[in-house]
């Protein structure tokens, strides 16, 4: 049984930060993703991740600000979140897998609770 719990959210002014945490257990060999969800809007893929982290995808719209890895040591995945913009303000999710690189979510067995973030304009 994988159990997800995501930390780290909170309330950045727009162009800021903020590390996303997911820490993880029973996890091994999954692939990872993380998605969101805006209020009235459907869950969206944002980031994945193979096992190994030598695999990663993002979606279009945060392709070149955000970052996802992995420190499998720690049971830990993580995402970078940098030049953030009111538009990024979602509940965000981490969720595992075992279809490398998936966007769907109907593709992830496991969820965490969410984290919010809000990035102020």
């Known amino acids: 049984q994988v159990q997800l719990v995501e930390s780290g959210g909170g309330l950045v002014q727009s162009g800021g930060s903020l590390r996303l945490s997911c820490a993880a257990s029973?996890?091994?060999?999954?692939?990872m993703g993380w998605f969101r969800q805006a209020p009235g809007k459907e869950r969206e893929f944002v980031a994945a991740?193979?096992?190994?982290?030598?695999?990663?995808y993002y979606s279009s719209s945060v392709k070149g600000r955000f970052t996802v890895s992995r420190d499998n040591a720690k049971n830990t995945v993580y995402l970078q979140m940098n030049s953030l913009k009111p538009e990024d303000t979602a509940v965000y999710y981490c969720?595992?897998?075992?279809?490398?690189?998936?966007?769907?979510?109907?593709?992830?067995?496991?969820w965490g609770p969410g984290t919010q973030v809000t990035v102020s304009s």
């Open positions: 969720a595992a897998t075992r279809y490398l690189g998936s966007a769907r979510i109907g593709d992830y067995n496991y």
């Open positions: 991740i193979s096992w190994s982290g030598g695999n990663t």
């Open positions: 029973g996890f091994s060999n999954y692939a």
